[in-house]
């Protein structure tokens, strides 16, 4: 079974960081794209920021370029979003997703087909 | 950035009721569409995938059609199962981005 388990998550002060962990189970991890999508009440559903299998393309969303930064450990199947200099407009539920793109693929992205349950960040002083 | 327009944000049915939401796309997306289910304090499930596939496990009642800028999602028959928020996802462009979602409410 596609599992990803994401974790990482909390309260955090304006102004600091936040770094979110993916653990991926039950599919070859190394040879899909992976991304992070948060959900808010007020925003919905918005794409954050995602990298091929071999991290050599990455693209953030305009709200976070700069400040975030994706990275995966293949051979630990994880993936990683290093948050800094959070906003309160950052606060959301934030899932790990999978792509249905992989290594075999023309194009990078394909779309989402797995998500985890997601993890809470809260950005408040 | 693509623009999902997605209708109607709410609706009230019953089962066995047939549901029909749209998704408008801001520019030519070819096929390039997904459909997904979330329930309250649940993740988003794959329905439908590259606008009319049905994703392996979901049920037949689930359909997806069109291309370009216009796309249905059709539930044929409404099970109790089925009232959930839906949401369309555009992948021709990143940032992948999402219609604001439709509510099936109980009637």
């Known amino acids: 079974e596609v599992q990803l388990v994401e974790s990482g998550g909390g309260l955090v002060q304006p102004g600091r960081s936040l770094r979110l962990s993916c653990a991926a189970s039950g599919f070859t991890f190394d040879d899909y794209t992976m991304h992070w999508v948060r959900q808010t009440p007020g925003k919905g559903l918005e794409w954050v920021s995602g990298?091929?299998?071999?991290?050599?393309?990455?693209a953030y969303a305009d709200s976070v370029k700069g400040r975030f930064t994706l990275s995966r450990d293949n051979a630990k199947n994880s993936l990683f979003l290093q948050m800094n200099r959070l906003r309160a407009e950052d606060t959301a539920l934030y899932y790990c997703?999978?792509?249905?793109?992989?290594?075999?693929?023309?194009?990078?992205?394909?779309?989402?087909?797995?998500w985890g349950q997601g993890t809470t960040v809260i950005v408040s002083s | 950035d693509i623009q999902m327009t997605q209708s109607p944000p709410s609706l009230s049915a019953s089962v066995g009721d047939r549901v029909t939401i749209t998704c408008q796309a801001s520019?030519?997306?070819?096929?390039?569409l997904n459909w997904y289910q979330q329930k309250p304090g649940k993740a988003p499930k794959l329905l439908i995938y590259a606008a009319s596939n049905v994703e392996t496990g979901v049920p037949s009642r689930f359909r997806g059609s069109g291309s370009g800028t216009h796309f249905t999602f059709t539930i044929s028959s409404l099970q109790p199962e089925d009232f959930a928020t839906y949401y369309c996802?555009?992948?021709?462009?990143?940032?992948?981005?999402f219609g604001g979602g439709t509510k099936v409410e109980v009637k």
């Open positions: 997703v999978k792509d249905r793109a992989s290594r075999y693929n023309s194009n990078w992205f394909f779309g989402v087909d797995v």
């Open positions: 990298m091929t299998w071999a991290s050599d393309k990455i």
């Open positions: 520019q030519d997306i070819k096929y390039y």
């Open positions: 996802e555009q992948y021709d462009n990143l940032p992948l981005t």
